[in-house]
């Protein structure tokens, strides 16, 4: 099993197989990118049914059978991944058996130990993306990581706009590539980010900006 961080494309297909709570927490990523998600299920959640009434995904109301199976076959050909995330442990062997046969990587919400990838819990501040994968230790420890990082990191949603700001300035004050990498190691360290997270950035800031004014008034 590997864990991934997928690139999409328009025309690739992802599959859910299934509607429940897991589908919809497991799709929600996708909802953004360049892909097309296919949901075959006779339930769905309510979010779901939004989604497909918006046209963010095709919604089939049917149940996963192998005729099903060869239909998406015929029609979206680009299809790799499929999620099997329904509450039976026997549909789920069947369309892990169906999607291996048929040279697709599958995912099961139920069976770690049986999927041929994950794809890791992401976490988004600001600018910054930050991938989380615990592979088979649990969702739980993912779900308890990402509370933890949230928590932990959400003071640089302040700092970061102005620290983009900065960087511009600096790369047109110090058109030299070392030089500039020399300037931020000496007043971006590691207790510069302590500071930050611990909501110290407005003196920071200040400090910062007290450099980079000495940058424009040095001969």
């Not at 239909?71 to 329904?86: G, K, P, R, Y």
């Not at 928590?151 to 004050?173: F, G, T, W």
């Amino acid at each position: 099993m590997v864990s991934i961080s997928l690139v999409t494309r328009q025309q690739q297909t992802i599959l859910f197989i299934g509607g429940g709570a897991v589908a919809e927490r497991r799709l929600r990523p996708f909802l953004d990118e360049p892909c097309q998600i296919l949901v075959i299920s006779p339930i769905v959640t309510n979010a779901i049914r939004e989604w497909a009434e918006q046209g963010k995904l095709e919604w089939r109301d049917v149940a996963f059978t192998s005729e099903v199976g060869r239909d998406i076959i015929n029609f979206h050909e680009s299809c790799q991944l499929v999620f099997a995330c329904t509450d039976s442990s026997e549909v789920n062997e069947e369309v892990a058996g169906w999607a291996r046969k048929h040279h697709f990587l599958v995912n099961r919400s139920d069976r770690m130990d049986d999927c041929d990838f994950t794809v890791p819990s992401t976490l988004t501040i600001g600018d910054i993306h930050l991938a989380i994968s615990a592979n088979s230790v649990g969702p739980r420890i993912n779900k308890l990581l990402r509370m933890d990082m949230t928590n932990r990191y959400s003071e640089l949603q302040i700092a970061l706009p102005s620290l983009k700001i900065m960087r511009e300035d600096v790369k047109l004050l110090i058109p030299d590539i070392e030089e500039r990498q020399m300037f931020w190691r000496t007043h971006l360290t590691e207790h510069t980010l302590a500071a930050i997270l611990k909501g110290e950035w407005p003196m920071i800031e200040e400090k910062l900006h007290h450099a980079i004014s000495g940058l424009r008034i040095k001969p």
